[in-house]
């Protein structure tokens, strides 16, 4: 009913930037939170950043000034904004939104959490 696409992981310098981006599609009713995960191999997935849908931000420390979270409300997409890449950030960065889909049956909304399936960046040193 609902997907999430990521596109833009790439393998860059460090010191590089990319842009990654998420396009939710399917029975969107409403998107509430939208952010980005990452998982590096043999370790856990952890928050990069959040945005919510009035455009609040929050952002993991190790992000901090180098990282920047946005998004377009008009096409239910997320953007990650990322400058000064090290190694470390290399992972599978995963798209999470919160999404309401509308059922008629039973007019009410039933909010979910959803994610793509992982965009690999990798950076090399």
């Known amino acids: 009913q609902v997907q999430l696409v990521e596109s833009g992981g790439d393998l860059v310098q460090t010191g590089g930037s990319l842009r990654l981006s998420c396009v939710a599609s399917?029975?969107?009713?409403?998107?509430?939170?939208m952010g980005w995960y990452r998982q590096a191999p043999g370790k856990q997935r952890e928050l990069v950043a959040l945005i919510t849908d009035r455009g609040r931000t929050d952002y993991a420390d190790f992000v901090k000034g180098r990282f920047t979270i946005s998004r377009e409300n008009a096409k239910n997409t997320v953007y990650l904004h990322m400058d000064t890449l090290k190694p470390e950030d290399t992972a599978v960065y995963y798209c999470?939104?919160?999404?309401?889909?509308?059922?008629?049956?039973?007019?009410?909304?039933?909010?979910?959490?959803?994610w793509g399936r992982g965009t690999q960046v990798t950076v090399s040193s």
């Open positions: 399917g029975s969107v009713y409403r998107i509430n939170d």
């Open positions: 999470y939104a919160n999404i309401g889909i509308y059922y008629y049956g039973s007019a009410s909304v039933d909010d979910q959490d959803y």
